[in-house]
């Protein structure tokens, strides 16, 4: 069997220009799909006005954040019914602490529970029994590195003072959030 080199050539470029095509089209899909699922936050801080990517807290959340002390004080300061607790004093942003199905949470304080160089946050595990509270610190930056331990990515606090900048490194010990390495050095 012999072959036609024109009906190749015709074969080839049809070939080609069907390539571009797909190629085409599927690159908006691409660039779509991207648009509509970005990258979680990873760095918060004392010098935002709450998170990047704010998500409403769930009740049981509230809840929890209801007992904290420093919460308590405010609303009792402001003589509010622990019950009325505005949810408008934190934000709230998912996190994938542990992998990429599970979705937990960060939560930042705001209005009258932020300080002017700390903010308090507050790290959740969401589990199928309810949120755990594994983490709250009051710090000026809480970053979510890539660095995993125990299964969980590692957390950096960042605070700082006229001359010097603290870092404290922590892990998860399989039940909470603790330190596991602290640096304090001089703001350059």
């Keep these: 069997m012999t072959r036609n080199p024109k009906k190749m050539k015709n074969n080839d470029g049809l070939m080609i220009v069907l390539l571009l095509i ?23 801080s004392a010098e935002d006005a709450g ?14 954040l209801s007992r904290d002390e420093l919460v308590r004080n405010v609303l009792q300061n402001q003589n509010i019914p622990v019950e009325k607790l505005p949810s408008s004093w934190f934000s709230a942003s ?5 992998g990429p199905s ?17 903010v308090t946050f507050w790290v959740f595990f969401m589990t199928p ?10 710090e000026h930056d809480l970053i979510v590195k890539s660095a995993y331990r125990k299964g ?20 998860f010990s399989g039940k909470q959030y603790v330190a596991y390495q602290e640096k304090t050095e001089p703001i350059k």
């Design 22 to 44: 797909a190629f085409a089209i599927q690159r908006p899909a691409t660039a779509e799909k991207h648009r509509s699922h970005p990258p979680e936050q990873l760095r918060f």
């Design 94 to 98: 998912e996190i994938h602490l542990s």
């Design 129 to 138: 029994q309810g949120p755990r509270l594994v983490m709250m610190a009051h």
């Design 102 to 118: 599970e979705k937990d949470l960060i939560v930042e304080a705001s209005g009258p529970l932020a300080g002017g160089n700390v």
């Design 152 to 171: 969980h990515r590692e957390i950096e606090l960042d605070s700082m003072t006229a001359g010097q900048i603290s870092t404290v490194l922590c892990r």
């Design 51 to 64: 998170v990047k990517k704010p998500i409403p807290i769930p009740k049981d959340v509230l809840e929890i």
